[in-house]
């Protein structure tokens, strides 16, 4: 795993009511910030532009949950749920709802390593209004695990033990498509033990493994992070960690690739490869996170390492021309890497 910036943070876009008697609404901004010097991650808001920033709870009580990661997401119920990697019970993270108007704060539930250790993903909320997520280790086989949440009962429910055939070490969340069931990535296990692309289905609780990532020549990538994302086109957009045509173990820089959900096995192409030497390094390379889609129909992305300051840089992926584009070198000193 990279290291993780002290002061990282993730938003969410949500809407709330105005206080007073303006019966418009509001955008604001709500995310989670991993641990600084002075707390173990807050819940923060800010306005649809980024101003006004507000710390509305601080992670300080072990027995609430440290160190939040991921993003909140606003349920059908109007609250806000995240989870923590740290912190709770037995110390193994803790699953959080957040009241946005009444910035009340109440734990739901701990990881308590038999049935899921140390999320390092967010919730998605799936059609049948219940939430879904994984931890990254913990379970029977101490490889993680795919959970399920009631928001309606509080109820907890292990889903599915990773065991390594299908997968193991989960770094991301979980997809829902419009077959209703959920994707998702592991960064190891799978036929080369390199990681996997799997499909869970919340009914049976069954995974089905879509595609194997293995270190070939054709440079498809191996250990993906982050989360799948589907989009427009009817393709789900994901990255590996490394990989590259000729490249060893832990080497590459990364790979951008598509997946496409009407096959069954080995659906997955590479869009661009990442380069870890100079001076491809220039647009960035090894990539953690995930990618999204802009109204413009282009997919913007960051990369860890690379860059002109060697800090990471943001890039455009045009899906049209299969264009890729560097846009921003981030700046140790005065931006963040």
């Given at each position: 795993m990279g290291i993780e910036p002290k002061h990282m943070r993730t938003i969410l876009l949500i809407f709330c009511l105005c206080l007073g008697t303006s019966l418009s609404a509001q955008k604001q901004l709500w995310g989670v910030s991993a641990s600084s010097d002075v707390a173990s991650g807050t819940i923060f808001r800010t306005d649809s532009v980024g101003n006004n920033y507000t710390?509305?709870?601080?992670?300080?009580?072990?027995?609430?949950?440290?160190?939040?990661?991921?993003?909140?997401?606003?349920?059908?119920?109007?609250?806000?749920?995240?989870?923590?990697?740290?912190?709770?019970?037995?110390?193994?993270?803790?699953?959080?709802?957040?009241?946005?108007?009444?910035?009340v704060y109440t734990k739901l539930h701990d990881f308590d390593s038999i049935n899921g250790r140390n999320p390092y993903g967010s919730l998605v909320e799936a059609a049948n209004g219940k939430l879904y997520g994984m931890t990254h280790s913990g379970g029977q086989y101490d490889r993680g695990v795919i959970f399920e949440f009631n928001p309606s009962t509080n109820a907890f429910t292990n889903r599915f033990v990773f065991n390594g055939t299908k997968g193991r070490y989960p770094y991301g969340s979980l997809t829902e498509a419009t077959d209703g069931k959920l994707y998702g990535l592991a960064s190891t296990g799978g036929v080369d033990g390199t990681g996997s692309l799997f499909q869970f289905d919340p009914v049976s609780g069954t995974v089905t493994v879509r595609?194997?990532?293995?270190?070939?020549?054709?440079?498809?990538?191996y250990d993906p992070r982050g989360s799948l994302l589907f989009t427009?086109?009817?393709?789900?957009?994901?990255f590996t960690r490394y990989g590259k045509p000729?490249?060893?173990?832990?080497?590459?820089?990364?790979?951008?690739?598509?997946?496409?959900?009407?096959?069954?096995?080995?659906?997955?192409?590479?869009?661009?490869?990442?380069?870890?030497?100079?001076?491809?390094?220039?647009?960035?390379?090894?990539?953690?996170?995930?990618?999204?889609?802009?109204?413009?129909?282009?997919?913007?992305?960051?990369?860890?390492?690379?860059?002109?300051?060697?800090?990471?840089?943001?890039?455009?992926?045009?899906?049209?021309?299969?264009?890729?584009?560097?846009?921003?070198?981030?700046?140790?000193?005065?931006?963040?890497y």
């Open positions: 710390d509305v709870y601080v992670f300080n009580d072990k027995a609430n949950g440290l160190d939040p990661y991921g993003s909140l997401i606003q349920a059908v119920n109007g609250k806000l749920y995240g989870l923590t990697k740290n912190g709770g019970t037995y110390n193994y993270g803790t699953l959080f709802q957040f009241q946005p108007d009444a910035l595609h194997s990532f293995v270190i070939t020549t054709q440079g498809k990538g427009q086109d009817g393709y789900a957009y994901g000729g490249f060893g173990l832990g080497q590459g820089g990364g790979v951008l690739f598509k997946y496409d959900l009407t096959l069954n096995w080995n659906s997955v192409t590479p869009l661009h490869n990442f380069d870890e030497t100079f001076p491809g390094s220039i647009d960035g390379y090894e990539v953690i996170s995930s990618v999204i889609e802009a109204n413009n129909s282009k997919l913007y992305g960051m990369t860890l390492k690379g860059g002109t300051d060697s800090a990471g840089t943001i890039f455009e992926y045009d899906l049209s021309t299969q264009q890729f584009t560097k846009l921003h070198d981030f700046n140790r000193n005065s931006e963040g």
